[in-house]
């Protein structure tokens, strides 16, 4: 595989496991309570160079794709609902539920996806110039 179709690849890697965690994020938006007990957070997606500033500076070819570097939960308020009925409520009948933005997340979402997208066009066009390559080579 050459260089350009491993760091479209890196790509396609950090850009799908984005949007699994906002997928993640928008299916409990009214989760008020995880496995663990704990109330659910939101997270994102932590990405970054597959190689440090100094690596990519000694290698002549420069770039080598992106990586996740970690998933982290977002800080923030919770959102309190009044539903007495919520086992998780408390004595006040509140219930704390994660603070997630529906049309934030979704902004997102579109955004990952087009990136997604986009990686997905470039490991095309360079399959297709490889293609082309090697039918130039054999006339």
Partial sequence: ???????????????????????????????????????????????GPDATFANALARSGGARGVKVLGV??????????????????????????????QAGEMTLLIRASRAYEANLAALSIERQMYARALELGRA
């Fill in 72 to 101: 982290e939960a977002v800080p923030g308020a919770r959102r309190r609902v009044y539903d007495p009925t919520d086992p998780a409520a408390g004595v006040d009948g509140f219930v704390d539920l994660p603070a997630i933005d």
């Fill in 1 to 47: 595989m050459s260089e350009a179709m491993a760091i479209s690849r890196s790509g396609l890697d950090v850009e799908w496991q984005r949007l699994q965690i906002i997928a993640q994020n928008l299916a409990n938006m009214n989760t008020s309570r995880t496995a663990s007990g704990a109330p659910y957070r939101a997270m994102r997606v932590i990405s």
